[in-house]
């Protein structure tokens, strides 16, 4: 059993102290899902352990149960030898745990030494409360020079770049004595010279004592800096590693390691005419990318990648709502170019948003409103709606959707999640789509209406439109695309074919290197 | 009507009916009248600030509007001698002018509502005093434009032509808000401007459109306030006129977070307004008190709508929790 292999001190780790941090048998469930199963770890003095798992293997529960921000339904929490069965966010940060997230906590606004103390001002003037500015130079100062900031205290931290910033929290976090200081996916916007930098400043925390936690996609940095890696895997340690034993076909065997239940095989397409081709789609998340794919009538391409590799940025580009930095578009070969999302829907480009409460429906309109919206003018005579006609669409896609719902009158913010998904669709299905993009369609859906989708979605590919699908969801991607394309840092890694289907090749094209036995499509 | 409307609908008759015992000249034909008439202008104006209210945004320059559009249109037809028909197509198109520099300045650069109104008030007010040379406009003695006076004006059966108008407009608005394919996309966009965009509306058309129908309505407002005072005196006239507007709105159940309202809300809304200006004077409350009897009464309004919706919602989620739980009972 994995605990086993984790309280094996291996011999690069032999010298660290006795853990100061013990996590034994958590368990997180949510509705429908179990996030954390039986998670124990145990976290030692100057320690550097990599967290490696696939989107959804429950990293982030982990990450939120140590902040302190939910609790686990069952497990302990042991700090110094106490245990307790949650933490509070007060109490995480007693315990010297501290975070460094994606999104920075930082105010663009002040300087670095403001930032660091930020909340916690060392104060003079009795009640007048003015901000020690002298000795706020003066706590932060030594903790620059710790870390081999190339910056002062009173830098603004406008000026600083991403990989800086980073840095301005650990400062903050080492203000606060951390002794964990949890790093999540610090690298993944970073260039690789600010990569080494930070590399760098985790080696020093360790040799400070510091502990540390890092979660990354990009395994060679893990190789690099971590003394032990824990794998996740649908919530469960999938398998843990010593120092020697770091190597990334490892960690990705781990990362994977079930075998799926065979999915039901989506029956191949005829190859159809392309009907959306993209050559070098940039979008501002990537710059340096550019995306180049056609996708053909008839077929279900799923698009797989990791969080952050550019995939719903290149939806929204293809949807009119994000600029496109540069590159070319063409529908059934003709040259696109949407500027909006009306010149898209205009040429049959739909998208089903990630975000289905902020852009996919409107929750406060009735159902029959959100399918008709997009195609208004079509359910009218001169320019007033026709009741009768929306009540026609509406009521048949309710029917060929089944979407649960009292009536057609119905505030849409009262149905299920997955039925608001399905009036989603219907907007769309209600009119012709040439090319459908369906990004993470299935996102908080329980399983029943993801399998209603599924054919939802398989039918539309059936009559000839050709669908994109963005998902994170590996059973999802290999389960019902025809070919896999998958996207790294702003570009298509890899397409696979159904015969290449499998979730190690698309994650290690996810992380960037080659897939076994892939043809360059 | 929904609830709301029919809410505020009893409070006006339950209002006029207490004004009416303590005083019962509020009764008489010629109160009434005067007081519809003053309905009549202010709605005017009132129904086109709610479709800015609707996208989420504000109108603040209509009073400004108002003064300038009132010299300009006293000048053309009584000192340039331009025909009134003409005068008031251009006062008209200068309303869809503004309406169109608002939108613009809003969707396309992006500028905050408040501001960019904000700064139509104070520009739109220094024109019109800069253009009469801050004299009031007025008729000359004995000048008469019998058919321009008798349109807007006059009354037919003791009925101002103002509420006439008003009458003609709300039920033009009214369907091209809770009817027309416009309607429908302005309250998607005030709901939620992005899922409306990702539905493929022009979002930025639609909310232009809207600070041109109320440039338009204003425009039109205005030469009816022209005509109703017949002098105009650049610095003062119209002042405020927008804060009435909106107060009309918020009273009529808008929310200034866009998405919500109805034509038939703002119209009872400025009905009210003008019943307690109407019942400030009648019932011998110091005339100074004007603005202080219209805030408290519109706070307490807004205060009431709120609290009560908030306990419904609470209500609706109590009884949707409940629903959650297996139906076991026999129907």
């Known amino acids: ?521 | 009507m929904n609830k709301k409307d029919a809410g505020l609908l009893a409070l006006i008759l339950f209002v006029g009916a207490v004004v009416a015992i303590l005083n019962p000249r509020f009764l008489l034909p010629i109160n009434i009248s005067n007081t519809s008439n003053l309905v009549g202008l202010f709605g005017l104006s009132a129904i086109g600030q709610a479709f800015v209210i609707i996208t989420g945004g504000i109108e603040l320059s209509v009073g400004s509007v108002i003064a300038l559009v009132g010299v300009l249109f006293v000048d053309f037809i009584a000192v340039e001698g331009v025909p009134w028909p003409l005068a008031f197509a251009a006062m008209l198109a200068l309303g869809v002018a503004i309406g169109t520099v608002h939108g613009l300045l809003v969707t396309r650069l992006r500028m905050q509502p408040f501001v960019v109104t904000l700064c139509g008030l104070l520009i739109y007010r220094g024109a019109a005093r800069f253009y009469t040379q801050d004299a009031t406009a007025g008729f000359g003695f004995g000048q008469n434009f019998p058919t321009l006076e008798w349109l807007t004006a006059g009354r037919t059966y003791g009925v101002p032509h103002s509420v006439v108008a008003l009458a003609i407009v709300a039920t033009g608005m009214w369907v091209v808000l809770h009817r027309s394919v416009f309607g429908r996309h302005l309250y998607a966009v005030g709901k939620n401007e992005e899922a409306a965009r990702y539905s493929g509306i022009r979002t930025g058309r639609v909310v232009v459109a809207a600070y041109v129908i109320c440039g338009a309505l204003t425009a039109i407002s205005a030469v009816f306030f022209a005509m109703y005072t017949r002098s105009i005196s650049p610095a003062s006239h119209g002042n405020f006129y927008e804060l009435y507007a909106i107060a009309a709105a918020v009273l009529g159940g808008f929310s200034l977070k866009g998405g919500e309202g109805s034509v038939i809300g703002v119209v009872l809304g400025t009905i009210l307004l003008q019943e307690l200006q109407n019942l400030v004077n009648l019932l011998g409350i110091p005339s100074s008190l004007n603005f202080s009897v219209m805030g408290g009464v519109i706070l307490a309004g807004v205060l009431v709508d709120g609290q009560w919706s908030r306990f419904r919602e609470r209500r609706r989620a109590v009884g949707a929790a409940s629903t959650d739980q297996p139906i076991t009972a026999p129907k």
């Open chain 1, 1 to 521: 059993m994995t605990s086993a292999t984790m309280t094996h001190s291996a011999p690069a780790t032999a010298e660290t102290a006795a853990p100061f941090l013990e996590l034994s048998g958590l368990r997180k469930a949510y509705p429908g899902v179990l996030a954390l199963d039986d998670f124990s770890m145990a976290v030692s003095p100057g320690e550097v352990i990599g967290i490696v798992g696939e989107n959804g293997a429950g990293k982030s529960t982990l990450m939120k149960i140590l902040g302190g921000v939910i609790a686990p339904d069952a497990g302990t929490i042991a700090i110094d030898g106490v245990p307790r069965r949650a933490l509070g966010v007060a109490e995480s940060i007693a315990a010297g745990i501290a975070f460094v997230h994606q999104e920075l906590n930082l105010f663009d606004n002040l300087d670095v030494a403001a930032n660091v103390l930020i909340g916690r001002e060392p104060r003079r003037g009795g009640w007048l409360r003015l901000v020690d500015r002298e000795r706020q130079r003066a706590i932060v100062a030594p903790i620059l020079a710790r870390l081999g900031a190339s910056f002062g205290t009173d830098a603004p931290l406008a000026g600083l770049s991403l990989a800086q910033r980073q840095m301005v929290e650990i400062a903050k976090a080492l203000s606060l004595d951390a002794r964990l200081v949890i790093l999540d996916e610090p690298t993944s916007s970073l260039p690789a010279s600010e990569t080494d930098k930070l590399l760098g400043v985790v080696a020093g925390l360790k040799a400070h004592g510091v502990s540390v936690i890092f979660i990354t996609h990009r395994l060679h940095e893990v190789e690099i800096v971590a003394d032990r890696v824990i794998a996740l895997r649908d919530g469960r340690t999938a398998g843990a590693l010593r120092k020697d034993e770091i190597g990334r076909d490892r960690m990705v065997r781990l990362m994977v390691g079930r075998t799926l239940a065979a999915p039901e095989a989506a029956p191949a397409p005829a190859a159809g005419a392309v009907a959306l081709r993209a050559r070098g789609v940039r979008t501002s998340a990537h710059p340096r990318g550019g995306v180049d794919l056609d996708l053909r009538r008839g077929e279900i391409l799923g698009l797989a990648g990791l969080v952050g590799s550019g995939r719903s940025e290149f939806a929204r580009a293809l949807f009119g709502v994000d600029p496109m930095v540069s590159g070319e578009l063409e529908i059934d070969g003709r040259p696109f170019k949407p500027r909006s999302a009306a010149d898209a829907v205009a040429a049959g480009v739909f998208l089903v948003p990630e975000d289905r409460k902020s852009s996919g429906v409107l929750l406060d309109l009735p159902v029959a409103h959100n399918i008709t919206l997009p195609d208004l003018r079509a359910h009218s005579r001169g320019f007033m709606v026709s009741a009768a006609m929306e009540r026609a669409t509406a009521e048949a896609q309710r029917r060929s959707l089944s979407i649960k719902a009292p009536n057609l009158a119905t505030e849409t913010a009262l149905l299920s999640g997955g039925n608001q998904q399905k009036v989603v669709l219907a907007k769309w299905l209600a009119m012709s789509p040439r090319a459908m993009i369906l990004d993470e369609p299935t996102r908080g859906i329980d399983v029943g209406a993801k399998a209603e989708i599924y054919r939802i979605v398989r039918a539309l590919a059936a009559s000839g439109v050709a669908v994109l699908m963005i998902s994170s969801d590996m059973e999802e991607v290999i389960g019902v695309s025809h070919r896999i394309a998958v996207m790294h840092r702003g570009t298509i890694s890899g397409i696979l074919g159904p015969e290449d289907f499998g979730e190690e090749n698309i994650l290690l094209l996810a992380i960037g290197a080659a897939a076994k036995g892939n043809r360059a499509a």
